[in-house]
């Protein structure tokens, strides 16, 4: 596609600068505009510190940023069906949407929801203070190989005080605050963690696994402070946080919607409510959730098995097609007219599979309007290689998305 093609087709607004390569892309006899480019540059501003939670195959802010503030005025309703961490969510709050965030997975919530609240940090010390350091009794599960006794005692009597607290209904935005960051602090492969060295934070060794670790690496666990990590961690993340950005957060709390549903049936949502979906689904067996979130269900108090049960994890690209067109039809549902859907499905199988062509009759079959492919082109500096890693690890190296409108 020509430039002068370009420059009158839907995606303009992707390069008003007229930066960027435009290619047309033939599906089923229908030609769709793709634009490669640097959509997030080092000259933009940074995400907040508030994203640094850690999730398998998550992206990064920018990527949400990007549509938010392209496709929707501030109040509209943003949502995000595979929300994971909730990337969407926590940037769509920060620029002052609403928000709607879904993911099958309980941890989601977990993660996610609480950081539309962030709390005083002398809050969260005097809690801390309140909450008993031991005591706690084993149930049975070995947490030997990642724990010092002292820091395992701990980490029982905060999981025991946690659900005691949900459990009879008196859990508040402190307590779920200090859960998701405990939950971020369980395993890591630096002493900013509970664990003694292990694999990065988004995936869990097998105890089994540890052991191993453990023996080649000559390691026994060292003694960590839970309370003092937990702080370390709540500063580092509230750490450059505005006060308007503050409040903005506080405001989508009061409406925000978390479900943990299949993304298929999501009735808690209302037709053509939603202004804009950004979302990046399961891809085909490339993560284990089931394996990575072992220890962030058992101390949640999840059943790691049945979590892992509803996640779509298809092997066969016709599996996932027939899961996804059922999605695209609930996303058409609870789209407004005029809305969009961003779909993000990265670049799988070292790019000999390409998503986006089975991508784009789905969201046209269910009637939305095919705008177009957005590739991000990355630039290998170091920050962008920090941002890319966890994509980089799933098999994944650059941005595919595939914009639709509904009409
Ligand atoms: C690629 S991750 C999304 C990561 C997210 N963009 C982030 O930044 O954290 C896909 C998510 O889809 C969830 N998931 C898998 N199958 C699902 C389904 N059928 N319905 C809803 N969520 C599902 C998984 O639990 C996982 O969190």
Redesign the pocket.
Known sequence: MGSAAAKGHSLAFFAPDEEGEWSELRVAGTGYAVLTREFWTARQRQAANLHEVS?????KPQLPRLFIEKLTQAGELVY?????????AVEAALLGRRVAS????P??RVLAAPRLEPPDPEAVARRLERIPSGGAGSDGVDLSMFYHPDTEAELRALRAWLLEREADGLDDGVDRWIRMVATNRLTGHSPGFFSVYTLPPNQAASAAKQRVINQKRGQTPPYRNTRELILKKTLQLLKGLTGPERANLLDAAGSARFLT????RTPELEDGSVALTV?????LDV?Q?AGDNWLRCWFNGLDALA?AD????SRKLDAWVA?MTE?FRELHRVTRPGGHVAF?VGEIQRGTLRLEEAVLPMGTAAGFAGLGVLVNRQAFTKTAHIWGVDNNA?GTNSNRIVIFRKR
């Open positions: 999730y398998r195959a998550c992206y995000d069906p595979f929300a994971g961490r909730g990337t969407t879904n993911d099958i997975s941890l989601s549903r299949d993304a298929r979302t990046s689904p399961p891809f993560v959730y979590v509803g996640i779509t994890m899961v999605v993000e799933a």
